[in-house]
């Protein structure tokens, strides 16, 4: 048969290679041996065609034979090609096609289809590709044992490649190594669907086929990592592309669900960190659509985390106002009430109060945040009026259009105004409905079981992937003195409140919020007549007349006032000290027993990855059964020379052994023990044979040579006539628990 290869390629040398190259190349060539899992057929396959390709080009005559017609034969397919040639698949659907060539027999035109051939004996296959696979054409591999496979045209059964079943076997490995690697170029060139692919595909085969678990453990590993990957590549496709966008989706509701939450401790293999992950969480939300951040990070916000609950809130809100949907407004409310006992949320109360007519509530909100910035900006543009209302519109406005819309992908460019917000019907209809007395609805207080949400400060600091310059202070992600919208700085005392100058207007204490932001012009101030305070009642001013001369009484004196003076403002002084050492107190506590998750600027994109992505290890890194065993086994003899050494540490068996072998090795020490003796052990350990052989079993079964230098001492004195130096052969069953494995039972062998 002939295959796509070359004696140049197969030796991997130029055509201008001198003879001690050849022979330094055919012994190197030789030496390196392929994975453990080939059989020695493939082996010796793979060893011949190197014995050819170096006695044919070793020799002087026949090599010039061969060059002439290997450039003869060059040309005239590059000649070939030119003419007459399909069109090349692009470089980025290469991998594609071949893919679909493993349920196809349709050809896959590539330009390794226009390479010199050579010709082989069929016995020789298994290892022409081998050496392809080794010169990393991966595709053609796929393409040249695709027939072969179960469900393939071609059969095997005649004997004519060698014998059938191991032959199958190398094959069936070949082409699952050649998915593996493909997926693994495919994802350094940031291809990360088409890598996952590739990856599928060669675990597909495998678990077909019921063979080599640790390839299809390398694969199922790979694909954990490369998940947060195609999450990005995934939602950042266009919207029409709906049913790609759902597949991200479902992947991060998998990672988010194998990590225990957005905040959770979880593992989900990605190997980002939590972090890491917050980061990525904040990256995807630029390419989430309002709808699809509500849904997800409403779900995540029953596990509780504090969190996503934040998350949601920015989702109801923006979909509220965006869409003129009190209903959503009034749910991002009802989250906003868990995190009030944790978190300075006032502001965002008040801006939800607002957006639901509730005039009252929004200024009980106000006077409890502590945010001093948007309040000085707030006060500032309500100068004239008796409240801060004009500027706490003019403030939701632009914070919910510029801050908020942001960071959702179908409202990033939306024009919305609360104008237009309060004269819909449908939000007239909604509010009109919902009850406006004061006390007719209960406040928005901290909730009696709010405790069972956890704490936004017990997120840890989220450092930059790399490290960035300067922390983002711009993001609204998270609430307080988490992550802080450029409005809104570390809470800070709140500073008197000026005193407002009096309405010199009529005031109509009747207007509902609707109708006084209908008043306001563009830059928040009232147009026409005054505006009441949020409270509804307008403040009367009164006169008070001096009071007349009369004549103080003793204890009307001066100096009784100024003691009572005192008096008053002493206690004064103490309830303003033990209020802000309370707040200190906490604030102290705070940071000291949870990091606060701080906001470092994502500079993360499709074209850099999240996360640096290692070279792929080499084949003789990967852990196998055998790294298993010697790390179990070396555990558990340290652990022998310290439970029966001269400290009797009986306790660290239980961190290797369990019952029968803990029971019979802990009375053994505590005999060791009462009798004053103790034993120095030297060990080495050879692993033997260990079954099965899959790093991913819940039990092991090791055979081990195991040799023993043992000094024995007992009161104190060598004893030796009990020191031994010995090599036996011994048996361990291994047992995994909670990713810990344990030796279960010790047998010698004869």
Known sequence: ????????????????????????AHRDRTLQLPRREYSEIAIEAR??????????????????????????????????????????????????????????????????????????????????????????????????????????SASLANGRYGDPQPILADIVLTLALSCLELGREQWQQSQYENAAESLETGQELLLRENVFPGIRAELQADLYKLRPYRILELVARPLEQAAERRQGIQLLKAMLHDRGGIDGA?????????????????????????GEQQEIFEGEARRPSAVATYLAVYALLARGFAFHQPALVRRAKQLLGRLSSQQDVHLEQAVCALLLGQAEQAGRALELSQEYEPLAFIREHSQNAPDLLPGLCLYAERWLREEVFSHFRDLAHQQTALKDYFANPQVQAYLESMPLAVGTEPPDLPQPNASRYEPLDSMPAAPPLPSPNSPLVNDPAIPGNAWQSPLIAAPHPVPPVPEQPEATNEVDSGLSVAERVSQLSPEGQLQGRGTPPLNGHRP?????????????SRSQSPRWGRLVGVFILGILAAGTLGFITINIVGWISAALTTPKLMRPSLNISLADPAISIPSPPPPEAQINVEDIAERAISSWLSVKNEALGETHDIAAL???????????????????????????????????NVEPNDPSAAAL?????????????????????????????????LVQQEGEWFVKEITKLE
């Open 1 to 24: 048969m002939r295959i796509p290869l070359d004696y140049y390629r197969i030796l991997g040398l130029p055509i201008q290679a001198t003879a001690e190259q050849l022979k330094q």
């Open 540 to 552: 009367s001013p009164a006169v008070v007349p001096p009071d007349p001369p009369v004549r103080r």
């Open 47 to 152: 060893k011949s065609l190197f014995d050819e390709a170096y006695s044919l080009l070793s020799d002087t005559e026949r090599r010039k034979n061969y060059d002439a017609q290997f450039l003869t034969r060059t040309h005239s397919l590059e000649s070939a090609v030119g003419v007459n040639a399909p069109t090349a698949l692009p470089s980025n659907s290469v991998g594609e096609a071949t893919l679909r060539a493993l349920a196809s027999d349709a050809p896959v035109f590539t330009p390794e289809t226009y390479t010199p051939t050579i010709e082989i004996d069929e016995s020789q296959f298994v290892g022409a590709l081998l050496i392809l696979l080794e010169l990393g054409e991966y595709e053609l591999v796929i393409r040249l044992g695709r027939p072969f496979l179960t469900s393939g």
């Open 654 to 688: 239980e961190n290797i052994l369990l019952d029968p072998a803990l029971t019979s090795w802990r009375n053994r020490a505590e005999a060791a023990s009462r009798e004053n003796w103790h034993s120095v052990y030297d060990h080495t350990v050879e692993i033997l």
């Open 266 to 290: 979880g593992d989900d293999l990605s190997g980002l960190t939590v972090d890491d992950f917050l980061r990525f969480i904040q990256q995807l939300r630029g390419y989430l659509a309002a």
């Open 701 to 733: 079964t090791v055979e081990a040579q195991v040799r023993e230098i043992a000094e024995a001492y007992e009161l104190g004195l060598q004893n030796f006539g009990d020191s031994y130096d010995t090599t036996l052969t011994m048996q361990y069953d």
